[in-house]
């Protein structure tokens, strides 16, 4: 006999957690499926650090990271934990794409500073840049703690109630009427009023004859040493800022973050990659081009870093929507019961609490605490 739910979430990685967590809080009765085991790192949510901003391209990112940020802070006010670290956002670029984020900024009242490139170094002393580029600086960026955040919002999720079951891939979904949909797992049979995916890079096994088309791709995430030992104290968490780089004449852009992962290593990584393969993994090696990149890139502009040689090489997938913005609602305007969170390329784990949130909102029929409107899939809708 099939058991019913009032939303099924599918993933468990941080969009889906947070969405649960979201659904259950709201009273409906959910079930999370994951794959995999909980916490495992063949998708985009594992490792202990993201970069947490309210500096983004386009404003309407702005909302979400705030609602995150209020999120978090009742989360460690309830829990006795810290999930994130201020330290400050470093983002350089080249071009005017710094003014143009400060106008953002000011725009929804978000304090921060713009300084010329060359004056970067007297701030923090392990960077270095020419008048070519120029800095913003944004005091609420830091580091979050993507292993904690993962896990609190599961434990959360389930000390209200919701259900959790690891190992159990979903195979199919059909929609019924426009009242139930019906999901096939490797163990079982569900009837759901909502479903919601939330299946990072699978998402292209789920939906081939959408209007868009997604193409996953396999990052190699770099750690570096300091040069010397005297200088590894400026690489930690007390020193080092969490930093965008953009050179827009080179079409480059990296993200670098402190030690918190391996001790006396920062994390720094080009944003772009190899595409994954037929099944969706890795490939067994990424192309050494993504790590001489990130190397030259320090060699130029972190001179304490040794980018000769990483420390080690890590891989993580990046699911990029064809416009870089996220999926979040209804797949199409046809499925009103079928929703997706998707897409959060590098930068949806700081909004996963906001989204997990506008998602369980639209799964209840209320109006979303924040406007995601700008990142419906019907925008790809013919
Ligand atoms: C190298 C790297 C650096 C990043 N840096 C930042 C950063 O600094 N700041 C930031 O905010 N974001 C960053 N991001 C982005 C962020 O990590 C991702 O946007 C986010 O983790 C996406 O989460 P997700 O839940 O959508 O996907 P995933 O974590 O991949 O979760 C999807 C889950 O769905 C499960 N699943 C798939 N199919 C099924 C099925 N059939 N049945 C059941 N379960 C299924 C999978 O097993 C998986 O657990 C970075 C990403 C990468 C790769």
Known sequence: MSKHYDVIVVGAGIFGSCTAYHCQRLGLRTLLLEQFNLG????????????????????????????????????????????????GLLWAATGNQVQSISGHLTKHNIEHEVIPGTKITERYPQFKFDEKWTGLIDPMG????????????QDEFKSLGGTIHENEPVISHAENDNTSVNVTT?????????????????????????????????????????????????????????????????????????DTDYPGAIKLVLDDGDALSGDLSHPEKNNQDFVDRPGNFISEHIPVVDGTKPYKVDQCKYTNSPDHHYLIGPVSSKTPNVLVGGCGSGSGFKTAPGIGRALAEMAAGKQTTVDVSFFSPSRFEK
């Open 40 to 87: 495992h790192s063949n998708g985009s949510s594992h490792g202990k650090s993201r970069i947490i901003r309210y500096a983004h391209t386009e404003p309407e990112y702005v909302p979400l990271v705030g609602d995150s940020y209020t999120q978090i802070e009742e989360l460690e006010e309830k829990r006795g934990e810290k999930l994130w670290n201020k330290l």
């Open 186 to 258: 490797k163990n079982g049979h569900y009837t759901t009023k909502k479903i919601i995916f939330t299946v990072g890079c699978w998402i292209t096994k789920f939906f081939p004859n959408v209007n868009f088309e997604i193409k996953p791709i396999s990052l190699a995430v770099c750690y570096w040493n300091a040069k010397e030992e005297s200088d590894k104290h400026l690489l930690d968490e007390k020193h080092f800022p969490v930093v965008i780089a953009k050179n827009l004449e080179k079409k480059e852009y990296y993200f670098a973050l402190p």
């Open 142 to 153: 830091g580091v979050i703690y993507a292993n904690k955040w993962l896990s609190a919002f």
